[in-house]
């Protein structure tokens, strides 16, 4: 049961929730339109785990302390709360399948204030493509004129990418499945099983068509979160990562001013005109491997809404979203940039949220309280330090694990995407050519390849 302030006015069956109209944006606040969900709320005290991943990045790339990483992470967890306040229902999150080609494309630069201006500069692109080509109507565009297999070998380059890159079955020593061979192991086939094995999915179906809210549809609602803490735990047992380590401290008091200072725009200075141009082919690549998600995200709402939920008037708008990833692309860009970047979904929650959205009002009242919940919750949990003490030992094995588990599902969306053998081939040159190659140079490569084998034809919408 949804818990609000009291003698707060619910909305009547059939009505939209209440909201205080700001253009486009509809402000809605805690407690008072809708009321907080406590299924969701223990859901991120455990899913926040992901999202602390990124602090292995950070500290990797950057040369950070863990404070500053998680000072980063933690401001990049709120900006996921504007997305309910401001009137959009779905649950964002990273642009993943980006994230082993953002790394690389950083990496050309020198460690200090050069990569840290690049990363800026990248990030203000993406948030610039999302507000130019969301508020002008040419983002649907613009992915009609990228040719399918230049799509497929972007996906497929992003998976490459992170298999062969030092967290996952880079030859480097002390990373990933060489340092963490075991626990990389166990949680990745635990993982990979809950996700995408065909045999789960079915047991998990067959249960839901039964009306069976059994162990396993449980355990599916929390997507790649057990094979997470399996490894964790595994990794714990075999000696791979030291124990949790404790101390009196129980709020993490953020460290903005070396933040400022380090990862702003504002500390390091705007960056050459030089970086800026080096990173327009990483933004556009991360922009069409975001654009995708903003498509499937309004549809996973609209299904569950309406063919569910009659009770409640989901207003679904794909420019509201498209503007609110541009803001937290800006925001963070400008004042704490990051790797991840700001994508408009998160498959996994989003799909576990509308699947319990889907029970009816007396399990979720709104769709927005339990994505509410469950975002504002995330970033609270970065903030209760024995909560982030359980699993800041064994970050580089989370990390190690995310990019396993979405380098196998580019796989697979990369390769549902192709036609025909022209293509397949096509992507997977262009995948290898990203990977290898670097955003700019891969991006090229199968500009080229797709006019030589398709013609002019192969860019017309």
């Not at 407690?31 to 990124?54: D, K, L, P, S």
């Not at 642009?95 to 990569?115: F, N, V, W």
């Not at 700001?342 to 309280?369: C, H, N, Q």
């Amino acid at each position: 049961m949804a818990i609000f302030l009291p003698g707060v006015k619910k909305r009547n069956d059939g009505e939209e929730t209440p909201f205080i109209p700001l253009g486009i944006f509809k402000l809605r606040i805690p407690f008072i339109h809708w009321g907080w969900e406590m299924t969701e709320m223990f859901q991120a005290m455990v899913m926040f785990v992901t999202g602390i991943g990124a602090i292995a990045v950070l500290q990797d790339l950057f040369g950070m302390s863990f404070e500053v990483a998680l000072t980063i992470v933690a401001f990049h967890e709120l900006t996921y709360c504007l997305h309910q306040i401001f009137g959009d229902p779905i649950i964002p999150g990273w642009i993943t399948p980006a994230i082993p080609l953002t790394m690389a494309y950083i990496q050309q630069y020198a460690m200090g204030p050069e990569r840290v201006q690049a990363m800026i500069a990248l990030q203000l692109w993406v948030g610039l493509l999302f507000l130019v080509l969301g508020i002008t109507g040419l983002a649907k565009k613009l992915l009609d004129i990228v040719p399918i297999p230049l799509q497929a070998g972007i996906i497929l380059g992003a998976g490459i990418s992170a298999l062969i890159g030092k967290y996952v079955f880079g030859n480097v020593p002390g990373f990933g499945f060489n340092k963490y061979p075991i626990s990389i192991t166990v949680g990745g086939l635990i993982a990979l099983y809950l996700l995408f094995s065909q045999v789960f999915i079915k047991k998990v179906r067959e249960s839901q068509k039964l009306d069976k809210a059994d162990f396993w549809v449980k355990v599916a609602n929390y997507g790649m979160v057990p094979g997470l803490v399996v490894g964790i735990i595994i990794a714990w047992i075999v000696g791979e990562v030291p124990l949790p380590k404790f101390t009196s401290d129980i709020i993490f008091m953020p460290h903005f001013a070396e933040v400022w200072k380090t990862q702003s725009i504002f500390g390091v200075g705007i960056p050459s005109w030089e970086i800026w141009v080096g990173a327009i082919p990483m933004a556009l690549i991360a922009y069409i491997i975001a654009f995708g998600d903003v498509v499937i995200g309004t549809t996973c709402i609209k299904n569950a809404n309406e063919e569910f939920r009659h009770d409640e008037i989901v207003d679904r708008d794909p420019n509201r979203l498209s503007l609110l990833c541009a803001l937290r692309n800006i925001i963070e860009g400008t004042l704490a940039t990051t790797p991840t970047l700001a994508g408009p979904l998160w498959a996994a929650m989003t799909v576990a949220v509308t699947e319990r959205y889907k029970l009816g009002r007396k399990a979720m009242d709104s769709i927005f309280g339990g994505a509410g919940s469950f975002n504002i919750m995330k970033f609270l949990s970065c903030l209760i330090l024995p909560l982030v003490a359980i699993f800041k030992p064994a970050l580089p094995v989370a990390l190690s694990l995310t990019l396993l588990i979405q380098a196998f599902a580019c796989g697979y969306i990369a390769m549902g995407l192709v036609r025909n053998n022209t293509d397949r081939g096509l992507a997977a040159v262009i995948g290898a050519a990203l990977a290898v190659a670097g955003p700019a140079k891969g991006l090229a490569i199968g500009i080229v390849l797709c006019l030589a084998l398709e013609g002019p034809k192969a860019f017309t919408a």
